[in-house]
């Protein structure tokens, strides 16, 4: 298996402020495969050691698994790791004011980091291959870390996690260029949140199998290939604080208009449709006017759900189903176990619609309430959401803007690829991820809509539940959009 040693590090950065090197190393191809080819050699590599056998089985066989005789809750038996247990919602005035669902419920907050280090002057990061028993192709690149309290407190008797050692006390050994606590999917975890971190070192460290330093720019390139960069990547990736004034230097955007004005987009002091503070006023006035009821209820009391030996599903077929699965693999820290996941029944579209305001690119973000979120409210794309799921809902709550975004012409598309969810918890959920360029009015009015620019984002992004998951992965995408180098 291919391992990649050391390398000299570069001179101290000195004075160069950190959006600048972050905008250097995703304009470079990377110093240890800088050719694309050879990163998707190395992947397969890697999968051919470290393959997993991911068999689905019932609920009621799942291994360590206890379903609450009381209640139907399933819980592990060493009480960590999660449950699945049932969420009853109501919001008034809403499209479809009140549901019932299952819902996973993982209160202890997990990390996900990746660790940077200079080589020949340009910020690697190092990832990890890893395998996923919901990824729909086996092996998706990770940050370096990515792991649960219980499976970091080895709950499991596991072997430990790489380089964990770098994110516990970070400030003493490390550098640290983003660290904040983010939400995840709110319609499936219930307050679910990790902790974000990106730390920069100065030592050497050795590369285990299954390791690889890459730039920027080589992780904003695989973005744009369909089920290679996982959730957790993305997530991280839109932490990092790539907003500067002098962006524009580094990125070279060239002749095109569209990416003008993205990198316009990422200066702190540039124009914006709205202010931060008149932004900030508007979420905490959603959040205050949108009553949001929710109550844990018993898993088997969830009125439209039927459960089986097999599986729970609702009972008109529709939305996703909650499964058992068995996986085997080597290169884990525990090489079987079972678990519950959710399978959605469909894939998803996620959009941003896009168009440059004064000269400057500005993005339409939604307040989008989800039953999970600890905060009620945090800004999504555009559009997010299962459109075959509105086969079943009323004509009220189809999203507005589906039907501009799902015809976009393929000239106005600036980004599409498919992207996995997190393959964790999730069994084969993806979407559809898309940029697309619209018409739709600089004074357009929404009380639940607003423009904003990418640098607003990148302020949003260093606090907590702002921002979503789904709209985090966007923001990843136009950094590598808007910094992408010369096509080789």
């Known amino acids: ?44 590599t890697v999968g051919q050691h470290a393959r997993a056998q991911v068999e689905r089985v019932p609920l009621a066989e799942l ?39 299952p819902i996973i419920n993982q209160p202890e907050v997990g990390l996900l980091g990746i660790v940077v280090k200079e080589f020949d002057g340009v910020l690697h990061c190092l990832m990890q291959a890893k395998l996923e028993p919901g990824n729909c192709n086996g092996i998706q690149l990770s940050p370096t870390v990515q792991a649960t309290r219980s499976n970091y407190t080895r709950v499991h008797r596991g072997r430990p996690v790489p380089y964990l050692e770098h994110f516990q006390d970070p400030a003493r050994r490390s550098r640290i260029l983003a660290d904040v606590r983010q939400s995840e999917q709110g319609s499936w975890f219930h307050h679910k949140r990790n902790r974000n971190m990106v730390v920069e070192v100065e030592e050497d460290i050795d590369v285990h199998d299954g390791f690889c330093w890459l730039s920027l720019g080589q992780l904003h390139e695989l973005l744009t290939v369909d089920n290679l960069i996982n959730m957790d990547t993305r997530t991280v990736l839109s932490c990092l604080p790539f907003a500067h004034a002098g962006l524009a230097a580094v990125a070279a955007p060239g002749a095109d208009p ?17 202010s931060l503070g008149d932004l900030l006023s ?44 068995r996986v085997r693999t080597r290169g884990r820290e525990v090489a079987e176990w079972t678990q519950p996941m959710i399978e959605p029944h469909a894939k998803g579209v996620v959009a941003f619609l896009v168009r440059p305001i004064e000269g400057v690119l500005h993005v339409l973000v939604h307040a989008r309430v989800e039953p999970g979120y600890v905060d009620i409210v945090e800004l999504a794309p555009t559009v997010q959401c299962t459109p075959d799921s509105y086969e079943r809902l009323p004509a009220r709550a189809r999203p507005l803007f589906l039907d501009e975004v799902l015809p976009a012409r393929a000239d106005r598309v600036r980004f599409d690829a498919e992207l996995s969810e997190e393959g964790g918890r999730f069994y084969h959920a993806r979407n559809r991820y898309l940029v697309a360029e619209t018409d739709l009015a600089a004074g357009f009015d929404h009380p639940d809509f607003r423009w904003v620019t990418l640098a607003q984002l990148v ?30």
């Open 1 to 44: 298996m291919t391992k990649l040693s050391a390398h000299p590090a570069a001179p101290a950065h000195g004075a160069v402020p950190d959006p600048l090197r972050l905008a250097a190393s995703a304009r470079s191809a990377g110093v240890w495969l800088p050719r694309t080819t050879e990163v998707h050699h190395w992947l397969a």
């Open 258 to 274: 569209f990416r003008r004005a993205l990198v316009a987009s990422c200066a702190p002091d540039g124009y914006s449709r709205h």
């Open 63 to 101: 291994d360590g698994w206890l379903r609450d005789p009381a209640t139907g809750n399933i819980a592990h038996r060493s009480g960590g790791f999660f449950t699945v247990e049932g969420l009853d919602v109501t919001i008034p005035r809403a499209p479809v004011p009140h549901w019932e669902q």
């Open 459 to 488: 302020e949003l992004l260093r606090h907590s539940h702002y921002v979503n998951i789904q709209a985090r992965s966007l923001v990843a995408c136009l950094y590598g959009l808007a910094t992408a180098p010369p096509r080789r």
């Open 282 to 325: 508007w979420i905490t006035d959603v959040r205050t006017r949108t009553e949001v009821r929710t109550e844990m209820v018993p898993l088997d009391g969830l009125r439209s759900w039927r459960r089986t030996d097999e599986r729970i599903s609702h009972e008109d077929g529709g939305f996703f189903d909650v499964i058992g699965v």
